[in-house]
């Protein structure tokens, strides 16, 4: 999905590749890879952006399938930390700390400045995890079998699990006001919010 931040529109493509557009000619203001194809079957040469990426302070946090989580500067297109982490669904940011999702179902926190790892969290793995959500303090991501896990912003601890949908979650959980917004696969739409 396309995102517009400060003049500049970014978008990423199927070969791995991103683009940053001047918003009003349309020019691109720079372009590169993330990842170069390996392997010989069309499926080991898959490098997509295909998650959503983050846009604050005019830093660009982005992943690739097979690739590497990146921040970059978005005018001048300097790479500031890589860290090879493989990821389809997307990235969150909050408070200096970037959370990803893997694709061997891995949540990962780091730290925006650095790319150095907080903490990671290979407790469900294989599990087809959803992008990651800042929830208060909570890290929360849905999974194939309809879980919503619940995750200590802090250490990356599990302290909680719902049952959402048995379709699966796979659209990353959405902040409405002081609610969560999670769309199973079967169309189930729930809003959860604090206890009081």
Not at 48 to 58: E, L, P, S, Y
Not at 121 to 144: E, I, M, N, W
């Amino acid at each position: 999905r396309p995102q517009f931040a400060s003049g500049a529109v970014v978008a990423g493509f199927s070969n791995g590749k991103l683009a940053v557009l001047d918003e009003k000619t349309g020019l691109p203001i720079w372009e590169k890879s993330l990842a170069q194809a390996k392997g010989k079957s069309e499926f080991e040469q898959l490098s997509d952006i295909d998650g959503d990426f983050v846009i604050t302070n005019n830093m660009l946090y982005v992943g690739n399938y097979q690739g590497q989580v990146a921040a970059i500067d978005l005018f001048s297109g300097r790479v500031i930390w890589t860290r090879d982490i493989s990821t389809y669904v997307g990235l969150f940011e909050d408070s200096g700390q970037l959370y990803v999702s893997d694709s061997d179902g891995i949540i990962w926190a780091l730290d925006s400045a650095t790319g150095s790892t907080l903490w990671s969290q290979p407790g469900l793995k294989a599990r087809q995890l959803s992008a990651p959500t800042l929830y208060d303090d909570l890290v929360v991501v849905g999974d194939f079998a309809g879980h919503l896990h619940l995750l200590s912003k802090q250490e990356g601890q599990f302290v909680g699990r719902l049952h959402i949908d048995r379709h699966g979650i796979k659209i990353q959980p959405q902040l409405y006001q002081d609610n969560l917004l999670v769309m199973g696969q079967s169309g189930q739409l729930v809003m959860l919010g604090k206890k009081q």
